[in-house]
């Protein structure tokens, strides 16, 4: 199993004020989600090798976890379009935090939620950033699920990918 992660790290335009309306923001990064879907894409091989799949922010210091947000539409739908649509949940990690941190982006199975072998964690960190006025927004995906895995749960040869659950 392969496991990649893209990350992109950018200036938060909501730094150290509070603005009610992020959709503006959730829009420009759209883009930004297209570009490190295909990157992982290209990186493990094609879409049909894509098995698994998560995303995750770490906001700088003068933001609020809010501005991590916007990634849940902007990197999950660009990555579920990318991958032709699966139907499961795009598992998500965000933090406020400094220079350095990591966060754990957990994987899920990407079309259905009750994969239990599926569910892994991919490492984000950036040892430069995010400053306090950055966000780091990133997107991970697997070629499989945790090599030996054996505690039941759906397995890959049964899911049905109707509702994204089984």
């Known amino acids: 199993m392969k496991v990649a992660v893209a990350l992109a790290i950018v200036e938060n335009p909501y730094a150290g004020k509070y603005v009610e309306d992020l959709l503006p923001f959730m829009e420009e990064l759209r883009a930004l989600g297209r570009d490190l879907s295909n990157r992982l894409i290209t990186a493990l091989g094609g879409a049909d090798k894509v098995q698994a799949y998560g995303k995750g922010a770490i906001v700088g210091e003068d933001g609020e976890l809010e501005h991590g947000a916007v990634w849940h539409e902007a990197g999950g739908w660009a990555m579920r379009e990318a ?76 899911v049905q990918g109707e509702d994204g659950l089984r």
């Not at 966000?135 to 890959?156: D, E, K, N």
């Open 83 to 158: 991958l032709g649509n699966p139907k499961a949940i795009v598992p998500a990690a965000k933090t406020i935090a400094g220079p350095g941190c990591r966060v754990m982006i957990p994987l899920g199975h990407i079309q259905a939620a009750y994969v239990r072998s599926h569910f892994g964690v991919a490492e984000m960190t950036v040892w430069d950033g995010p400053r306090r006025n950055e966000i780091v927004f990133g997107l991970a995906m697997a070629t499989g699920g945790r090599i030996h895995a054996r505690l039941g749960g759906l397995a890959v040869s049964d």
